[in-house]
């Protein structure tokens, strides 16, 4: 595959990390980066994570069809106010790394109307609690899943390449539609960081346990809670942003816990009484769910 020009578009953990990948896959590639301050810029630079860096403000009108690939690794509401800028001819292709995709697709389809294009929404199924290019790593790709989002009239060309492009990089695929795609993953990656959060918040909140987390040097949580909180209060501006993307599937995903939360309460009577066959019904259902869902029998 073609691929000698490269410019990702926003270079921290993600953006930096698939510079890595791509340096290691494909040494021969220039890569280019845009990203918002100085700060980020000589990060990149000590890091040798491109060959060229600019500040946003110096990247004022690009020529987008210089690159073979453009990646958008920013947040989503900065893709939605760039795709309107971009070219309807050439053969640039173009994907993004946004968590939401139902908002990203209806731009694209809005902006190339009936023609052809080559814009292919990608989400790697991956990431850290670590955030800028500081963290970024050559692996964090690597065996992970990236979901496919074709929106109309796509080339089948671009989605070949994309796929092609991912798998190379280590990842595996698979293609989903945008309402399916946020509407999964409302379920499966916005509300655990919800829950996570929350859970931290709640702990934290607690007169008893504050007083004796403050009491020691060392922590007296267990494993269950370390594995609970590790994602806990990530990248604010990342996840208010997918918040605000995806408010309508997060919504519902919230009051579908929050009535199995009332029912499982309610096991628990005001006399002392117990519903002790109910609450195992729900962990022998919890254990054939998470067979099912982590793909693990």
Not at 46 to 65: A, G, M, Y
Not at 90 to 118: C, M, R
Request: glycine fraction near 6%; hydrophobic fraction near 40%; include cysteine.
């Amino acid at each position: 595959m073609n691929l000698s020009k490269v410019l990702i578009y926003g270079m921290g953990l993600m953006g930096g990390s698939l510079a890595l990948a791509i340096q290691k896959k494909f040494p021969d590639t220039e890569i280019t980066a845009v990203v918002r301050s100085e700060k980020s810029k000589n990060t990149i630079l000590k890091k040798n994570l491109s060959n060229q860096v600019f500040l946003q403000s110096e990247f004022i009108s690009p020529d987008w069809n210089h690159y073979d690939l453009v990646v958008f690794s920013t947040p989503v509401a900065s893709i939605l106010k760039i795709i309107p800028t971009l070219p309807k001819s050439g053969n640039t292709i173009f994907i993004d790394l946004g968590s939401t995709k139902e908002t990203i697709v209806s731009a694209v389809e809005s902006h190339y109307a009936n023609t052809t294009h080559h814009y292919i929404s990608t989400h790697p199924m991956c990431g850290s609690e670590q955030v800028g290019a500081d963290a970024a790593v050559p692996d964090l790709y690597v065996d992970k899943l990236c979901i496919l989002t074709s929106p109309k009239l796509a080339s089948n060309t671009s989605l070949d390449f994309v796929r092609l492009f991912w798998e190379k990089i280590g990842s595996w695929t698979m293609e989903m539609d945008s309402k399916s795609h946020d509407e999964t993953l409302a379920y499966l990656s916005h509300l655990p960081h919800v829950i996570s959060t929350l859970l931290v918040n709640v702990a934290g909140s607690n007169p008893t346990t504050k007083k004796e987390i403050m009491g020691t040097s060392k922590p007296i949580t267990g494993g269950g809670f370390r594995d609970m909180s590790r994602i806990a209060g990530s990248n604010p501006d990342m996840w208010i942003s997918i918040f605000k993307e995806n408010q309508v599937f997060l919504k519902k995903s919230i009051d579908d816990l929050v009535k199995q939360l009332l029912e499982f309460r309610d096991l628990f009577g005001s006399n002392g009484s117990f519903d002790e066959d109910k609450i195992r019904k729900i962990w022998e259902l919890a254990h054939v769910n998470k067979e099912e869902i982590r793909k693990t029998k």
